[in-house]
């Protein structure tokens, strides 16, 4: 039996979050059905770095997982059963290896650039940085509200504004109700002052952006490099995926 991390991805259209729940289909159900058909009665310890709400996409999150089965052979099994969950990489791990204790987490917000002031965005995304309060800026869960934001940087990737954020963990909403906050400034809406003294304890009604805009894109740890999984499998459900996707851009930019 050996210990592996694994990066995996999804749409988070197709689930109700990431976390199981009773008569809903998740990430992590759906993750348990495909490590049951690949590995059998096995019990694969499933531990999952980080919780992504209703909607919400993935392309590098991290799964750690018991198996038998020589690491290829578990993921190209596993992309072969898998519906709408992509198994991407993996490294070998210690027992003790947990997913949550992550050195860097990666998000990335999309905003159609319609409208909005690139330069307003960088100067309310540095209001952000650093070690702050976000209670006002999150759905409040238990949890200590004080995280530091190492980056937020803002680009403009044709005609959308792209939002990449880096810390060591986020808090329940923070990146959608920041990214609210940003595409208010943006937009003319609201000042960046407005944000500060948000920030700062004052009234933050801002709201909270889309949920399907929002992509967790990499989870990372010190000192474990992941090795990418071989599968012709995982290449054709790829491909297929940017042949679906492709068909429904060509018809909305018909009309």
């Excluded at 200590?144 to 937020?152: A, G, L």
């Amino acid at each position: 039996m050996i210990r592996l991390a694994v990066k995996f991805a999804y749409m988070g259209d197709g689930f109700c979050g990431s976390q199981i729940q009773p008569g809903c289909r998740t990430v992590e159900g759906e993750m348990l059905s495909a490590l049951g058909k690949v590995s059998g009665d096995c019990d694969p310890c499933l531990r999952i770095a980080s919780r992504t709400d209703k909607g919400v996409n993935a392309l590098g999150n991290v799964a750690a997982v018991s198996t038998e089965l020589e690491p290829h052979t578990l993921l190209r099994a596993l992309n072969a059963v898998s519906d709408g969950v992509f198994y991407r990489s993996f490294a070998v791990v210690d027992d003790s290896f947990n997913p949550r204790l992550a050195s860097d987490r990666e998000y990335r917000y999309i905003l159609p650039s319609e409208g909005l002031d690139t330069d307003l965005a960088r100067e309310c995304a540095a209001v952000f940085t650093g070690e702050h309060d976000f209670a006002g800026f999150c759905r409040p869960d238990g949890k200590p509200t004080v995280v530091t934001v190492d980056s937020i940087d803002v680009s403009e990737e044709s005609d959308l504004l792209v939002l990449t954020y880096r810390a060591r963990y986020f808090l329940w909403n923070m990146v959608r109700r920041t990214a609210a906050a940003i595409s208010s400034v943006a937009s003319g809406r609201s000042s960046v002052d407005d944000v500060r003294m948000a920030l700062e304890g004052g009234d933050s009604n801002f709201g909270i952006s889309r949920p399907d805009a929002l992509t967790l894109t990499d989870v990372r740890y010190d000192g474990i490099d992941f090795t990418p999984s071989c599968s012709e499998v995982l290449s054709s459900r790829v491909s297929e995926g940017i042949f679906s996707s492709g068909l429904v851009s060509s018809f909305y930019r018909s009309l």
